[in-house]
């Protein structure tokens, strides 16, 4: 598995892509809030997601990968992305900017970045 090493470095946890490891960063603010909608629809997916779900999720997973990967294209990406890393990526990505997926309450939660026992 060869690690693909950022042209940025924004930090983050390393996802992998069939036989490559890519670094997911956390999002800038700004994609945060231009992608509130996405984080919506994404953070309820339980199960196999539909179209707009899917949509979403690569929207948000692009955003992010593109901190430390400008290069990288979308329609790249969603080829990168299959059944068993997408949830994977979109995870790290949520972890990293400080949100976890809620998968009942179907909204994005702030972590408040302690844990309990």
């Known amino acids: 598995m060869a690690r693909i090493?950022?042209?940025?470095?924004?930090?983050g946890k390393w996802v992998t892509f069939g036989d490559d490891e890519y670094r997911m960063p956390p999002l800038a603010l700004q994609s945060i809030i231009d992608l509130e909608e996405d984080f919506t629809i994404a953070a309820g997916v339980v199960g196999m997601p539909n179209q707009n779900q899917l949509d979403s999720i690569f929207?948000?997973?692009?955003a992010a990968l593109k901190r430390n990967y400008p290069d990288v294209p979308l329609e790249?990406?969603?080829?990168?992305?299959d059944v068993q890393n997408t949830f994977v990526?979109?995870?790290?990505?949520?972890?990293?900017?400080?949100?976890?997926?809620?998968?009942?309450?179907?909204?994005?939660?702030a972590s408040t970045g302690t844990s309990s026992s």
């Open 5 to 11: 090493e950022p042209k940025k470095s924004r930090g």
């Open 59 to 62: 929207k948000i997973v692009h």
């Open 76 to 81: 790249e990406m969603r080829e990168m992305l």
């Open 89 to 109: 990526a979109l995870d790290a990505v949520m972890a990293a900017s400080g949100f976890v997926r809620g998968e009942s309450q179907g909204e994005p939660q």
